[in-house]
């Protein structure tokens, strides 16, 4: 980590063989620190889109991954268009960029799938709502019949009593 990289040097020239030595520690190194990091920031800003082209010929990859890196996102992807000056769809496609369109047809079939998602869930919900209303309703109608089965006993416990014939199981 205390080693100064390639692009930390004053004066570092635009060459191709400079370029191909910058991507090269960068793809095998990566940036070691935030002084290496500012460093490559400050020789990226002053290269112009000759060099961005040159470097994107010697490695595309790396390129790309440097200018995000560096840049972000957004800004990586203007440098690369503008030294470009066009982009090439097979480029977009094989780095993962899609269309507006397609963008919103992704979004649009995210956002149809949530919603089914969500009249799902309200209706497991509903059914388990429904089917735990059925089980309270089930053990109340169970603890309705105990009680009534315990009533019916005791009447008939009070029958065979008036009638002085207790079952012998009771007489014990």
Known sequence: MGEVQLWQADGLGTDKET???VLRIFRSDGVQGIESQQALNRYIQKLDDNCIREMDWIDAEATLQMLVD?????VAFQKYVKAERFIKQEKVDSLGWISPEAYREV????????KKLEEQKDRILSDYTRAAQMAEDAEEKI??????LAHCKADLYDFYAKAGKLPDYERR
């Open 19 to 21: 370029l191909e030595k």
């Open 70 to 74: 560096c840049c972000g996102v957004t």
């Open 107 to 114: 979004v649009g079939k995210y956002e149809e799938r949530t």
């Open 143 to 148: 603890f309705s019949l105990q009680d009534e």
